[in-house]
Each structure stands twice: as structure tokens, then as C-alpha cells.
């Protein structure tokens, strides 16, 4: 008896066909742009000889920094700075943002290593730091953290670079409100600060419409200057530009490098402080070097003219209330451009309902002051 053949001859397995193969350069570089985030990205290096080619040419780049850890303590990755760590505005700030504030990026791997924890003690990740060589390396418990610009060496052509940390470095109590931002070139070119003393949410029952105090005439009253408010608000202002001034002196070398760049972007995950750069700006700093602190690793704050406005009420249209809600809004003394155009302030990238308290507040009574060079 004749034996068949098996299935196997008679239906040949056909070939396994890898899609991606079909698509096009450009089709993969959009998938690859997309995406963004750079440890994503550094997984998708891994894949293959082609993807790995091609990241290299991604645009867009996200990078989101996973911890924050002292240039005090070399022994180990063991302190990790929480988001409550910072009780005070001055007493850590120093210290966390020119000691963390691009600190180790658990991202990269070098493109080919997958992501770890900050308390790894093995093996490498990437990193953000400012201590140490900048091209160099700096290994803390075992574990190889790279300087900025050896996180970003392997694009070529990153145009738009945002990075994320995992908190603002401004230690706030519970309930207060303070954001900022702020654009550079080689200098400030202005800044924003929206504050509120305490923030209570709007009930998901009643439906208001946007209410000030009823016996408000819009001046700041006299227990403002007595009970500590003034002084608050100064310590809030200072500390925003002290933090906008860190972040931007510790961009350089990423903007020296990456002669590319369109937009950068320096943000945090709690939303408290966004600093901006766009190609005019980048291209100033490069021209133009920036003048550096004598007392810390900060861009030095020109002298600044400054408007305030302020609000001990503010109901918001979704029924938010602001207490205490103070607006700055600052510009170098030796800008051509007026501080007193409200237009910028109102278009400040605060996202609602901040932003209808600022235009909100920019109707009230305008309060001029001026600070010094720091």
C-alpha cells in the first residue's frame, strides 16, 4: 500500500513575510515621531539594524527623568528626592536643582538596555547630570548614569526636545497654588507666575458663574502688606525665576550640541514650572553666551520690571476658588517690549482653569514694582 505524503509536502508552510519590510523610510520615522519618548525608542533601536538606523534620525524627542538624586550622596541611588522632600522654597532648592534637576534618566540603556528601577544595582542607565565631565560618566551603587549629552548623542537631527522631571523643585505646603513660565534666549525674556494662598475645588452640585469678591475695588488691602502677604509673594517670585534661571543654565550643553533644535521645552510632571525656548531664542543662546551666576550654576536674572495683580477671591467659572490669587507677570528692564501689554499675559500656556483666572486678574487694578539683578 502506497503511503501518502505528509501534509507538510503537499501544503508547504509558506514564508513568513515581515511587513515592516514594505514600508517606506518616511512611514517609520512618523511612527518613530509619534512615539517620542525616548525609552520607548530606545526599544525599538533593538528590534533591528534598520530600526536602529532610523531612530537615530527621529525629530521629536520626549524624555521624562524617572528620579532625582543628590550630587551630595555618591554612595548610592538610595535618596531619591520625593515630591515632599522640599519643605521650604530656599532651604533644598539649590541643592535640587543644580544637584537634580537633570538628574538620572533610567531611560536610554545606551539604546539597548531595558528599563530599570532608580534603585537598580547593576548594570547602566541613562542619565541627565550636570556634575562630573559633561561627555563623561558618572556611576553611583553600581550603576553607569550618562551626562546629558551623551543621552542625546545618538540623534542627529532632533528638532523638538521636551523634558520632563518628576517634580517642581519649589517645595509648597498642601494647597497652595504656584506656577510659572518662563521663555529665555541668552537672557529672560519674561516670565509668568500665577500663586493662590489655598485652592478650593468647585462642588460637582452647584453650577456658578465666575464671581470676585463682592466688596472688592480691585486695590490690594491694607492686611496684605501686614499679615505676611507681600512677603510671601516676593518669596514666590524669586524662587520661580531662581528655578527658570537653574533650568536654562543647565541646558547648554544639550543646545550647544544639537545645532537642530526648533523648540525645547523643560517642564515637570506636577505642572508647577515650564520653561520654553524657540528657534530664535536657541539660535541667541548659541551667538550669545549666556552670563552665569556668581553664586550658583543659574543664568543671572537681569534687572526686571515687574506688574501685580492681585485678588483675595476668585471664583472661577467652574466654580473654583482661588484665595489670595496673585499674577506676575516680569520682563527684563531693558526689553523693547512693554510689561504693561496684557496681550502676552493672557496668552500665557496656563492650562484652564488657571487661565481664565489670569485674564481675570489682568482686569484689575495693575500694581508696578521693580527688582534688581540677582
Not at 547648554?252 to 520653561?275: F, M, N, W, Y
Not at 493672557?346 to 481675570?360: D, I, L, N, R
Amino acid at each position: 500500500m502506497a503511503r501518502s505524503d505528509p501534509p507538510s509536502r503537499i501544503h508547504p508552510e509558506p514564508q513568513r513575510i515581515d511587513h515592516f519590510d514594505h514600508l517606506p523610510d518616511s512611514i517609520l520615522l512618523l511612527v518613530f515621531n509619534k512615539i517620542s519618548d525616548v525609552k520607548s525608542l530606545g526599544r525599538c533601536c533593538v528590534v533591528s539594524r534598520r530600526f536602529h538606523s532610523l531612530v537615530t534620525q527621529v525629530e521629536n524627542v520626549l524624555i521624562r527623568v524617572d528620579c532625582v538624586i543628590s550630587d551630595d550622596d555618591n554612595s548610592s541611588l538610595s535618596s531619591i528626592k520625593s515630591r515632599s522632600a522640599a519643605s521650604g522654597p530656599f532651604s533644598n532648592l539649590f541643592r535640587l536643582v543644580v544637584g537634580g534637576i537633570v538628574k538620572p534618566l533610567q531611560a536610554l540603556g545606551q539604546f539597548l538596555g531595558a528599563r530599570r528601577s532608580c534603585g537598580s544595582s547593576s548594570s547602566s542607565s541613562s542619565s541627565l547630570s550636570i556634575s562630573g565631565d559633561e561627555g563623561g560618566e558618572i556611576e553611583q551603587g553600581g550603576v553607569t548614569h550618562h551626562s546629558p549629552t551623551q543621552v542625546l548623542k545618538n540623534f542627529e537631527e532632533i528638532r523638538y526636545l521636551r523634558i520632563e522631571l518628576p517634580s517642581g523643585e519649589l517645595g509648597i505646603d498642601d494647597g497652595v497654588l504656584l506656577k510659572w513660565r518662563a521663555e529665555f534666549g541668552s537672557t529672560l525674556d519674561h516670565c509668568v507666575i500665577l500663586g493662590a494662598s489655598s485652592v478650593i475645588q468647585p462642588n460637582p452640585i452647584r453650577v456658578s458663574q465666575p464671581v470676585e469678591s463682592s466688596d472688592d475695588t480691585g486695590s490690594i488691602p491694607e492686611s496684605f502688606y501686614t499679615n505676611g502677604g507681600l512677603k510671601l509673594r516676593v518669596v514666590w517670585t524669586i524662587s520661580s525665576l531662581i528655578a527658570a534661571s537653574a533650568r536654562h543654565y543647565l541646558l547648554q550643553p544639550i543646545i550647544a550640541e544639537h545645532k537642530t533644535l526648533r523648540s525645547l521645552v523643560l517642564s515637570d510632571s506636577d505642572g508647577q514650572g515650564v520653561l520654553c525656548m524657540n528657534r530664535d531664542q536657541l539660535e541667541e543662546l548659541r551667538v550669545k553666551p549666556l552670563s552665569a551666576s556668581s553664586a550658583s550654576k543659574r543664568t543671572l536674572v537681569p534687572a526686571l520690571n515687574m506688574r501685580l495683580w492681585y485678588a483675595p477671591t476668585l471664583e472661577l467659572p467652574d466654580g473654583t476658588v482661588l484665595k489670595g490669587a496673585t499674577l506676575v507677570a516680569i520682563r527684563p528692564s531693558e526689553s523693547k517690549k512693554e510689561v504693561s501689554d496684557v496681550l502676552w499675559v493672557s496668552s500665557a500656556a496656563f492650562g484652564e482653569p488657571y487661565k481664565a483666572a489670569v485674564k481675570m486678574l489682568v482686569k484689575r487694578k495693575t500694581y508696578c514694582l521693580e527688582m534688581n539683578s540677582f
